[in-house]
């Protein structure tokens, strides 16, 4: 009777260890959330067909990386904005005069921004309001 009730224990115990082991799996790989994001300077106004002028890339968790020239002030920027990218934009800078032609310019930020997905656009007039706007944010220095 005793060899039956240490066999049903140790029984009980191998399962337990056996799904304790499945669930240490189930955890992520990394304490950082996922921050990779793709940022495009386009021609025109149509997001959905346009002429890509220039692209680069930015990884934030858990160091800066990816192909922008200055990952780590790209990224120093992206935490600012708190998630909301419109805080990227600023008031165009009074001091400089752009000229009054349409020639529209769409800048984007699409990929993945601490955990939740993001796909952001924005449209100026020209480069010249698109220059004045970002004013020399590190996110569209490229």
């Not at 049903?8 to 992520?28: E, K, N, Y």
């Not at 858990?62 to 998630?83: E, I, M, R, V």
């Not at 955990?115 to 220095?141: E, I, Q």
């Amino acid at each position: 009777m005793r060899h039956r009730r240490s066999a049903a224990v140790s029984a009980a115990a191998l399962l337990c260890l056996a799904g304790a082991t499945g669930i240490a799996q189930a955890q992520p790989e990394s304490l950082y959330a996922p921050s990779a994001m793709v940022f495009s300077v386009a021609q025109g106004d149509d997001v959905t067909a346009p002429t890509v002028l220039r692209a680069t890339t930015v990884s934030c968790a858990p160091g800066a990386q990816g192909t922008h020239p200055d990952p780590k002030a790209a990224c120093a920027a992206l935490k600012s904005t708190g998630g909301t990218f419109d805080r990227l934009l600023s008031t165009p800078d009074p001091d400089r005069a752009c000229p009054m032609h349409y020639a529209p310019v769409t800048v984007s930020a699409v990929g993945v921004w601490e955990g939740r997905r993001v796909a952001w656009d924005h449209t100026f007039s020209n480069s010249c309001t698109m220059g004045a706007t970002l004013n020399g944010n590190a996110v569209f220095a490229f």
